[in-house]
């Protein structure tokens, strides 16, 4: 269980930090914020939390254990139970964390929720953060197209099922630089790229059906296809993208209902698929009649050399389902991407979506739609890709200078991401914990392969650049310790 809250005991009132403690844990009871039957947080997790001791919050359990409040459950660890007046006097409440097991949708993996609450943490050292820093956002051209917005904008309701249709007009003739030709009806504005997988997730695909994903990916740190009864089938890579053998072995034995992929600048590993495997690859899937999923989302934020054109660049058939967003290019908090697909499907998804949220928010489309029509997204994205060449090269730098003897590496030619590998033998889950404990925050590898030991993805996108040269410096020391 992650535990967050803001209360602290106060120090010198003359009330023993246990006891105070204690009092907060017994309101947290009595108020029904942590519910009979209920574990609570681990004295380690309390005790870090609150900055005591682990044998503070022992006292403290103790003290609520003889009261009746609190009993240590042997594989459960502590429990809110049932066991004083007060308490008894009243109507039992509901066993939520029976309707918690039961819920239809996986949690996140453990570390995952370890990082989406670490991520917050004051002066944490984000070094696998996979957003643009806050020093991108665009301030000026932000308040210079906002200023614009009631010039256009009419109203702040709903908009239609498939979204604003301004919005959709200008992606369409947006990705017509990549050689993409889509009306704006067969556009859908979605909340970003992962809202995108949900949608497919529960429109499209039925109940055991097998998700064909490069391995490592981003894909394999979410459990929202299992979570509607599928499972991830692990596509290996190679130096030009994901290979085609395991595709053909899945689709003979009758496995595989779509093929997911992030060919341009792929998270976690960088890589860019070739476009002679892209074109192999769409003729694969087009033969063997296996949608694909393309994931498009880093393709603006190429460094060295653009990218070979998507897939959904020479989809004449239908065959590909095409993402993208603003998030990783303008900012995650506009909640702004978009699927590319048949009429009929992204008419599907569209009721879908209607059903979840009614539509994303309407002011981000008008917004995102100035930003594209003003001319001023394409500037934007110029000084993003100057700024991302400046602190990639600056992260190869240190990776060189102080991780050389125990990791390796491959330079990206675009996107946010460094997959290392390190070389010698250290467990992950002991560097994570360790770099932790030291206010840097990493992203281990088997969030992207289940089975991965020597990995972690890097980002040079979020940390400034002071921040990467302290946290490349100390997972050095972590590393080096080894061979003290």
């Known amino acids: 269980?992650?535990?967050?809250?803001?209360?602290?005991?106060?120090?010198?009132?003359g009330i023993p930090l246990y006891r105070q403690i204690a009092e907060y844990i017994r309101s947290k009871i009595t108020q029904g914020e942590w519910t009979v039957g209920s574990r609570i947080p681990t004295e380690r997790a309390l005790a870090k939390s609150f900055g005591v001791n682990r044998s503070t919050v022992v006292s403290a359990f103790a003290e609520l254990v003889a009261d009746g409040l609190l009993q240590g459950n042997s594989g459960r660890g502590t429990v809110v139970v049932n066991n004083t007046w007060t308490l008894l006097?009243?109507?039992?409440?509901?066993?939520?964390?029976?309707?918690?097991?039961?819920?239809?949708?996986?949690?996140?993996?453990p570390t995952i929720q370890e990082i989406n609450h670490?991520?917050?943490?004051p002066g944490i050292i984000r070094l696998g953060t996979g957003e643009p820093s806050p020093e991108f956002f665009p301030q000026e051209m932000m308040r210079e197209v906002m200023h614009t917005i009631p010039d256009h904008m009419t109203e702040?309701?709903?908009?239609?099922?498939?979204?604003?249709?301004?919005?959709r007009a200008q992606i369409s003739r947006y990705v017509q630089q990549?050689?993409?030709?889509?009306?704006?009806?067969?556009?859908?504005?979605?909340?970003g790229a992962l809202q995108a997988l949900q949608l497919i997730s529960m429109g499209l695909l039925k109940r055991g059906s097998a998700v064909l994903t490069e391995n490592p990916s981003y894909l394999q740190s979410l459990h929202v296809f299992q979570s509607a009864g599928m499972e991830l089938a692990s596509l290996p890579?190679?130096?030009?993208?994901?290979?085609?053998?395991p595709i053909r072995h899945y689709t003979e034995a009758g496995r595989g209902s779509i093929l997911y992929t992030i060919p341009s600048f792929q998270n976690p590993t960088g890589?860019?698929?070739?476009?002679?495997?892209?074109?192999?690859?769409?003729?694969?899937?087009l033969q063997r009649q296996l949608p694909i999923i393309e994931d498009d989302v880093y393709r603006d934020l190429w460094l060295d050399a653009e990218a070979p054109p998507p897939l959904k660049a020479r989809d004449h058939s239908g065959t590909v389902l095409y993402l993208g967003s603003m998030s990783k290019t303008l900012s995650a908090g506009l909640r702004i991407g978009w699927i590319i697909g048949p009429e009929a499907v992204i008419h599907r998804l569209a009721d879908l979506k209607m059903q979840m949220d009614y539509?994303?928010?309407?002011?981000?489309?008008?917004?995102?739609?100035?930003?594209?029509?003003?001319?001023?997204?394409?500037?934007?994205?110029?000084?993003?890709?100057?700024?991302?060449?400046?602190?990639?090269?600056?992260?190869?730098?240190?990776?060189?200078?102080?991780l050389s003897d125990v990791a390796s590496w491959e330079a990206p030619t675009g996107g946010f991401y460094i997959w290392l590998r390190i070389t010698i033998d250290f467990s992950m889950k002991a560097l994570f914990d360790k770099a932790l404990t030291q206010g840097v925050l990493l992203n281990p590898g088997h969030l992207y392969d289940r089975a991965d030991t020597q990995h972690i993805r890097l980002s040079y996108a979020y940390a400034s650049m002071d921040q990467m040269e302290t946290g490349i410096r100390i997972l050095a020391n972590i590393l080096n310790s080894k061979n003290e």
């Open 118 to 121: 670490a991520e917050f943490i």
């Open 89 to 109: 006097a009243s109507a039992a409440p509901p066993d939520w964390e029976r309707y918690m097991n039961a819920g239809i949708h996986e949690p996140n993996l």
């Open 178 to 191: 990549y050689g993409i030709e889509a009306s704006p009806s067969s556009i859908l504005i979605v909340s």
């Open 1 to 13: 269980m992650i535990f967050d809250t803001d209360w602290k005991p106060a120090r010198g009132n």
């Open 156 to 167: 702040l309701g709903y908009v239609e099922p498939k979204g604003l249709y301004e919005l």
């Open 271 to 285: 890589r860019v698929m070739s476009e002679r495997r892209r074109e192999m690859l769409y003729e694969l899937c």
């Open 359 to 402: 539509g994303a928010s309407s002011l981000s489309q008008w917004a995102v739609t100035a930003w594209l029509e003003s001319g001023l997204y394409a500037k934007h994205l110029e000084q993003v890709r100057a700024s991302l060449r400046v602190r990639r090269d600056h992260m190869l730098r240190l990776l060189a200078a102080h």
């Open 237 to 245: 890579l190679d130096g030009e993208g994901v290979r085609l053998d």
